[in-house]
Every structure is written in structure tokens, then in C-alpha cells.
């Protein structure tokens, strides 16, 4: 009843939140497998996060004067090679401490203009009166794929090789673009 673009925008929404949640349990992971720095493994968390509190608004701000998709496509894009770009440092064994965090803070940037984008669409995909349920299930997906499946899933594929959860990232991000 909410149509094709709500359902595409849902699969994207998941698919790209499967990325971020993966990313929450592996890059830790990595920094911690590149130094014993207790300091250094907790600001790759930090690093991922602190986006939102200085880039928020101004997300907001851009989502509001831009082409939403476009906007989200092209973040998705950059967001897809940049981990593509780090799995391919962890796997040819030239990831430093500094590349770590800096591919960190950059998705985790690209991650915030990406979300907040995603969820102004969502008004111009269903009617008014369906609002609360689209919303529901976007914000079920963002809970149950990025808080419980994602980071535990990341610290498996970490586990079954350093270089796997990024690459999962980079294709969950290229085909939340593509949805």
C-alpha cells in the first residue's frame, strides 16, 4: 500500500544501516589488531560517531537545498569506495593507525549526511496518513540491522578475515546506492 519508492527506500535504508553496524564492531576491531593503545582502539568509536554532533544540522541544512537523491546516491557512492579503498589497505597489509581513523571519521561523516537525507524522502514517498508506519519501519530496520546485527556480524567477518567486513560494507553501501 505504500508503494515501490517507499519499499526501495526501505531496502536501501537496511541495507546501507547493515554497513554502519558492521562498521561499529570492525573498525574498533582493526585498530585494536594494529596496537595495544587503549586510547587509540576507543577513538575509532569516537571518531565514528563525532560526526553527527558537528555535521548534523549542517546535513540537515544541505538535504533541505539539494536533490535528496542525488545527495544520498553520490554519499553512498563515496562512502562505497572509501571502505572499498580501506579493505583493499587491510588486505594488502598497509593500513596504518592514522588510515584507520581518518576512513573512520570520514564514513561516519558520510554516514550522517547520508541518514539525514535518507529520512526526508520518506514524506515525499508515502501519504501524510502513512507517515507513522513508514517511519516505523525504517526506524525497526536502523534498530534491529545496525544495533543487533550489524556489530556482531562485523565481528564475525573480522574474524573470519581482517579485510571481510569491509568489503561487506563497501557492497552494502554500493547497493544501498544502487536501491
Same mark, same amino acid.
Given at each position: ?76 557512492? #563515496?562512502? /562505497? %569506495? !572509501?571502505? +572499498?579503498?580501506?579493505?583493499? $589497505?587491510?588486505?594488502?597489509? @598497509? *593500513?596504518?593507525? =592514522? ?53 556482531? #556480524?562485523? /565481528? %564475525? !567477518?573480522? +574474524?573470519?578475515?581482517?579485510? $571481510?567486513?569491509?568489503?561487506? @560494507? *563497501?557492497?552494502? =553501501? ?6
Amino acid at each position: 500500500r505504500m508503494g515501490g519508492g517507499f519499499r526501495l527506500l526501505m531496502a536501501s535504508s537496511w541495507v546501507s544501516n547493515l554497513a554502519d553496524g558492521i562498521s561499529l564492531a570492525a573498525g574498533p576491531l582493526l585498530v585494536a589488531s594494529l596496537t595495544r593503545d587503549p586510547l587509540l582502539v576507543a577513538l575509532a568509536p569516537l571518531l565514528q560517531q563525532l560526526p553527527w554532533l558537528l555535521f548534523g544540522l549542517y546535513a540537515g541544512a544541505l538535504a533541505d537545498r539539494l536533490d535528496r537523491r542525488v545527495l544520498i546516491v553520490t554519499v553512498d557512492l #563515496l562512502r /562505497a %569506495v !572509501l571502505i +572499498a579503498g580501506l579493505a583493499i $589497505f587491510v588486505a594488502t597489509d @598497509q *593500513a596504518t593507525i =592514522v588510515i584507520v581513523l581518518v576512513a573512520v571519521f570520514c564514513f561516519g561523516l558520510a554516514e550522517v549526511f547520508a541518514d539525514t537525507t535518507s529520512s526526508t524522502l520518506l514524506p515525499m514517498l508515502v501519504k501524510k496518513e502513512d507517515l507513522g508506519i513508514g517511519n516505523a519501519r525504517i526506524l525497526a530496520g536502523h534498530i534491529t540491522v545496525n544495533q543487533l546485527i550489524g556489530p556482531p #556480524l562485523g /565481528a %564475525v !567477518l573480522f +574474524a573470519a578475515g581482517m579485510a $571481510f567486513p569491509f568489503f561487506t @560494507q *563497501a557492497a552494502c =553501501v554500493a547497493l544501498a546506492a544502487l536501491l
